[in-house]
């Protein structure tokens, strides 16, 4: 599977079987964090079989079953970190639906008191991505249409469409899709985030499903403006 099918096959998935993330799928994905902290900046943590962080009344809450491994999205505190980790995260968790893998984006419904161990002196903890072997398929949100999330200029090139197509597949905070492509009339491309919960998070994930899609390479680091 490549990361471009991974983006129409991936779904959210709360509840998982007890089967291990072990062999070569671990130290593939292993490898791929450790890729992607050398490149970001960032702290991102594999934490295998730990029960604790979706435990209580959040976890039920969000309906989480044996989430018992997780990524923890750290890194230094700063301006950019919520994109930033949107958009490294999504590209783990893209990676992890070619391994077979299935995951879950959670901003508020899991323990921060049981992750926060981790974070470091001038560090924050952003959010973490539940992982493991599904127990049941997710299935597809409803959607926004094209129109809803862009603002365009002149004719609409196709890779921008592209683009844009596969960021509204990409997981959004309660499903709110609080992001815009804006196009020019020189065929320039920039994103931002609208108010929502976690929307610096979602701009982040739908930049990187824009990426790949569109082959264009878009500022990350920072909302553009």
């Not at 593939?28 to 295998?48: H, T, Y």
């Not at 970190?81 to 992890?96: D, H, K, M, Q, S």
């Not at 596969?166 to 609080?178: D, E, G």
């Amino acid at each position: 599977m490549t990361i471009s099918e991974a983006i129409d096959a991936r779904h959210s998935v709360r509840s998982y079987t007890k089967r291990p993330i072990d062999g070569a799928v671990l130290d593939a994905l292993q490898s791929e964090i450790d890729a992607c902290n050398r490149e970001s900046g960032l702290s991102m943590r594999l934490v295998l079989n730990e029960p604790k962080a979706f435990t209580g009344f959040l976890a039920h809450y969000g309906k989480f079953e044996n989430a018992v491994n997780y990524i923890a999205l750290i890194g230094r505190d700063g301006e950019d970190l919520y994109e930033t980790c949107g958009y490294w995260g999504e590209r783990l968790v893209l990676f992890a639906e070619t391994l077979g893998l299935n995951t879950c984006w959670a901003a508020g419904s899991y323990k921060k008191s049981e992750v926060k161990g981790l974070v470091g002196d001038g560090e924050r903890l952003v959010a973490v991505i539940s992982i493991g072997y599904g127990a049941k398929p997710g299935h597809a949100h409803r959607s926004k249409s094209f129109r809803q999330v862009t603002e365009t200029k002149g004719l609409v090139p196709e890779w921008f469409r592209a683009g844009v197509e596969a960021a509204l597949k990409a997981p959004t905070a309660i499903n709110q899709q609080q992001f815009r492509f804006l196009l020019d009339g020189e065929g320039n491309v920039r994103a931002k985030a609208l108010i929502g919960p976690f929307a610096k998070i979602d701009l982040g994930i739908v930049k990187y499903h824009f990426e790949v899609a569109s082959g264009r390479k878009l500022s990350v680091g920072h909302e553009d403006q």
